[in-house]
């Protein structure tokens, strides 16, 4: 990490650190667990106002099933689920849940280790040529631009095929050649390196090159250089929209709109199964649960796996300053103190975050590294979360940004 957040956040440490003592509680067999009660059953002030937010959220943000872990130190300062995951069926913090971007995470872990290991057969500055020389624009292009999305590569997300192809049905499986083929047959929306945009396109591709570099299938690669390493148990890679018990179902109303279901007419359907192969690179499309996703942002955070170059590579604020809006580029925008890209992680000034949207769940995992405090939320909506149109915000960020402002204040900057 550079030097500047580092200093930043240690002027905060000595209260958040008062705020959050490192405290584990009990997990009951159920996965269940009682907030606001340490070892000895004292109630605790900072559980009791975590829960405080958990329930206004429920309310204000029409909840349907939500599980929240606070840890500090690497120790449960409150883990707690609620609501349902289907009728009559509570959620519970041991259940399965696809984690979205946390892959873009590993990917760019796995890349600078790889890095880190082998300087003379892999360099971030390297061009995608050398792997991937098939990939147009590929000898422009460097293994850094994908891992930044300063490639300039279109996301194929957003192209008719995909945006409309995955609601109308939303169980193909897709693969990575496909989803690339999509992305690069579009025009660059710039140069490599000379703006910045969010594009799902990098990483398919460095997932492609990650097999190159390291020989092996991408979800071996994850087990060999995340999973294992980071000590996950509950994180997989699963090539099919299976989701091992117990799982956190998820249900939706997004289809409306496409399969022209009028406004005003209940739509609310299950989701938890749709295919997830559209999301990202074969072999990285994963489940998790709660714990597993706050340890990753915390292993990510401490940079335990790299090299202070490679750590400082990833999560430090480099591209602060860097980018700006384009026509005919929607993505396209400025990185700020408040907002930054790094290597497959989000700085939100000194929080180094990680988020997903997909399927109605939404969710949001963060690290404080000078406190050593994590914050995780995964959530389920209730058919009022959807709009007419079928759209609904991503719940999880909001209440991610309440728990940070009451345990840490005036750490997470305003965007």
């Known amino acids: 990490m550079s030097k500047n957040i580092c200093s930043a956040a240690r002027t905060w440490a000595i209260r958040i650190f008062i705020l959050c003592p490192a405290v584990a509680f009990t997990i009951t067999p159920a996965g269940a667990q009682a907030a606001g009660s340490s ?14 937010i958990v329930d206004a959220a429920i309310k204000q943000d029409h909840i349907k099933g939500i599980i929240v872990q606070v840890r500090c130190g690497g120790k449960n300062l409150y883990l707690k689920a609620a609501g349902e995951s289907m009728t009559g069926v509570p959620v519970t913090t041991d259940m399965h849940f696809r984690n979205g971007a946390m892959a873009f995470t590993y990917m760019s872990t796995m890349l600078l280790e ?11 500055n390297d061009k995608l040529s050398k792997f991937l020389p098939e990939i147009p624009g590929a000898s422009n292009v460097t293994l850094k631009n994908l891992a930044n999305m300063t490639s300039g590569y279109q996301d194929y997300v957003y192209q008719p095929e995909v945006l409309h192809g995955t609601n109308l049905d939303p169980f193909r499986q897709w693969t990575a050649e496909e989803l690339i083929q999509i992305g690069v047959a579009k025009p660059l929306w710039f140069d490599p390196g000379e703006n910045w945009a969010y594009s799902h396109t990098n990483y398919v591709i460095l997932g492609l090159a990650l097999e190159k570099i390291t020989g092996l299938p991408l979800a071996e690669a994850m087990q060999k250089y ?83 170059q490679s750590y400082a590579a990833q999560v430090g604020p480099n591209l602060v300053g860097f980018g700006h809006k384009q026509d005919g580029c929607d993505p396209c925008r400025e990185n700020t103190a408040a907002f930054n890209y790094g290597l497959g992680v989000a700085n939100l000034g000194p929080w180094i975050t990680q988020s997903k949207s997909f399927a109605g ?9 000078a406190a050593r405090l994590t914050i995780s939320v995964v959530a389920t909506y209730t058919p ?20 940070a402002n009451a345990l840490a204040p005036h750490t997470l900057p305003s965007q």
């Open 39 to 52: 070892e000895d059953g004292v109630q605790t002030p900072q559980a009791a106002a975590i829960q405080a």
């Open 384 to 403: 009022e979360a959807f709009d007419n149109k079928g759209d609904y915000p991503n719940a999880s960020q909001p209440i991610f940004a309440s728990l």
């Open 114 to 124: 790889l890095v880190d290991q082998h300087p003379e057969t892999v360099t971030l």
């Open 361 to 369: 769940s939404g969710g949001s995992v963060g690290y404080l590294p």
């Open 226 to 308: 995340i999973f294992g390493p980071m000590g996950l148990r509950q994180t997989q890679s699963i090539a099919t929209p299976q989701i091992p018990p117990p799982v956190m179902h998820s249900f939706s109303s997004e289809r409306r709109v496409d399969l022209q279901i009028p406004p005003d007419a209940p739509f609310y359907e299950e989701a938890t199964f749709w295919n997830p192969s559209w999301t990202t690179a074969e072999g990285s499309v994963q489940i998790t649960d709660i714990t597993d996703m706050s340890k990753s942002m915390e292993i990510v955070g401490e940079g335990s796996l790299l090299s202070p």
